[in-house]
């Protein structure tokens, strides 16, 4: 901290460093109204270099906790760069510090990469007996980041060989939020373009996502590019992220991410991402819920699309965490894998999913092109806000690494498993407006469920429409055109499907299918 200065006109404040904004431009002082002494806090709002940003980083986190307007100032200079191994690293808003204000970013890049690469570890290939170094790790851009804050208007390049490997408590039972932009964020994130080479190594109780560990602010008009790149230093290096829940974007949302308007979130991943630890690409490693935006939803997901062309699979067995003692491991018997997010508990609109050629899908437990499992709502009944999937690889998906393949237990087109419930005149459980396009085999257990809009359905289906293309199958004990199996209660009038369309061109089930129909492959209450 600075001292403290007093003007002529007895207006004191305390200085933090670096001073600015005690005079004028022209050199004048600065007075406040006349007549009354103010209490004022003076700090740098222009961020010129990293010094700059680490002491802005001091002052917060030491309790400053005034709005100031932030702007990322470098003169002719595009990129601030971070290194990792930096020994001034500082998180902003750390621990119970608060981040309260505007940063912009003022369009520039800001870089994250590790000065020496000497002794480099690929991260996502790290054991216990082979961890990374002290060089390598990250402690993140933004900690805890306020209500009223906004942080904006930059590109963000994590790149080959960071590490991300601690966040910030946001539960009661000591779960960490691990994010690149902001641990946990209760503000607003926008106008991001962040391109990820690096890794975040969350725990079995943590959540992780690039732009945010937890959300319960705003995440809108972002880009997120997931990237493998096997031509740096002998080793191919990949995003990968490690958690309980696990997102492209966000690990656990109880805000919103994207728009109503045209300014809503995409996530890019590229070939070999969404995934359990491999070796040949890029991951995002769920534990109990993956999603290509988040891995679980408790608030709204609006208007974002998901091109996804990496392998998704979850956590199988105690080996393959492979990064924390295996005795801590607990297993859940059936993970949720979503397009868009893992498990959604409340609103999922507008969305568009496009499973790519060049995608793995290795998973037990519950898939859907939307979500594994579906408490809430997907689709809603605005025109504008249609949801869209379209299937292009074979499920199972052959490849070599050190994992086997495996099936989903029950998949859908939209949600493996859709859950009903009638609650004071609302449906819940309700998936309306979608249209899911399959151009691959899928295939789930052999006792389990494939529906092409729902695998199992207890809830409320309606205007939806499913095309499964010639050449084509969908398979398992059950299977449907629009629900694999559909049951529930007259009392509480669930499972229903209405104004549903299935277009077979391909085949449903094979010779081990014990219950096939073009709309549910058994219905019963």
């Known amino acids: 901290l600075g001292t403290i200065v007093t003007s002529d ?25 006349q007549g009354h002494k103010d209490y004022a806090v003076f700090v740098k709002s222009q961020i010129n270099s990293t010094t700059d940003l680490y ?38 808003g750390a621990g119970d510090a608060v981040f309260n204000g505007s940063f912009n970013g003022n369009g520039k890049m800001i870089e994250v990469t590790v000065n020496d690469i ?6 996502s290939n790290a054991t216990i007996g082979n961890d990374i170094s002290q060089a ?13 804050s906004v942080i904006h208007n930059f590109d963000y390049h994590i790149l080959a060989g960071v590490v991300l490997d601690e966040g910030i408590v946001f539960a009661s039972n000591d779960e960490q939020a691990m994010g690149f932009v902001a641990h946990v964020n209760k503000g607003t994130i926008k106008t991001i373009n962040m391109q990820v080479l690096g ?33 740096l230093y002998d080793s191919n290096f990949k995003a990968t992220l490690f958690g309980k829940n696990v997102g492209a974007v966000c690990g656990y949302n109880v805000g919103t991410i994207g728009s109503q308007f045209n300014d809503g979130v995409i996530v890019n991943m590229s070939s070999g991402v969404v995934s359990n630890y491999d070796n040949d690409s890029t991951n995002l490693v769920g534990f109990q819920a993956v999603g290509g935006i988040s891995g679980v939803n408790d608030g709204t997901v609006l208007n974002v699309s998901a091109s996804l062309n990496g392998k998704i699979t979850t956590v199988f067995n105690k080996s393959q965490w492979v990064h924390v003692d295996s005795t801590d491991l607990s297993l859940v018997s059936s993970p949720d894998v979503g397009g868009i997010v893992g498990v959604n508990n409340n609103n999922v609109y507008g969305c568009s ?6 995608s793995v899908w290795n998973v037990q437990g519950n898939l859907g092109g939307v ?55 609302e449906k819940f459980g309700l998936i309306e407006n979608a249209t899911v396009l399959q151009n691959a085999t899928i295939q789930v257990s052999a006792s389990g469920s494939a529906g092409g809009i729902v695998g199992v359905n207890s809830g409320f289906v309606s205007k939806v429409t499913y095309t499964l293309s010639e050449g084509y199958g969908l398979i398992g004990k059950t299977v449907g055109g629009i629900a694999g199996t559909n049951f529930g209660s007259d009392t509480n009038a669930v499972a229903s499907i209405e104004f549903a369309e299935a277009i077979i061109e391909g085949t449903l089930g094979n010779a081990n299918t014990m219950h096939v129909g073009g709309i549910a492959g058994t219905s019963y209450y």
Do not use: C, W
Request: proline fraction near 2%; aromatic fraction near 8%.
């Open 136 to 148: 390598q790790r990250f402690v993140g851009l933004f900690g805890n980041v306020g209500e009223n």
């Open 118 to 123: 000497s002794n480099l570890v690929n991260p």
């Open 9 to 33: 006109e007895g207006y004191s404040g305390q200085n933090f460093n670096p001073t600015v904004a005690t005079t004028r431009v022209d050199g004048s002082i600065k007075y406040g109204l």
């Open 55 to 92: 002491n802005m980083a001091k002052n917060i986190n030491s309790g400053f906790e005034v709005y100031v307007n932030y702007i990322l100032d470098l003169g002719t200079s595009t990129v601030l760069r971070i290194h990792s191994d930096d020994e001034l690293k500082t998180l902003i």
């Open 353 to 358: 999913v496009t499973f790519g050629t060049s």
């Open 199 to 231: 890794t975040i190594r969350g725990g079995v109780e943590d959540s992780a996502g690039t732009i945010a560990g937890y959300n319960s602010g705003t995440i809108s008009d972002v880009v997120v590019t997931l990237k493998n790149d096997n031509t």
């Open 371 to 425: 979500a594994g499992t579906n408490y809430g709502v997907i689709g809603a009944s605005s025109s504008q806000s249609k949801i869209t999937v379209i299937l292009n690889r074979n499920i199972p998906s052959s490849f070599s690494g050190a994992i086997s393949n495996h099936v989903p237990e029950n998949f859908g087109g939209i949600a493996g498993v859709n859950v009903g419930e009638l609650a004071g005149g």
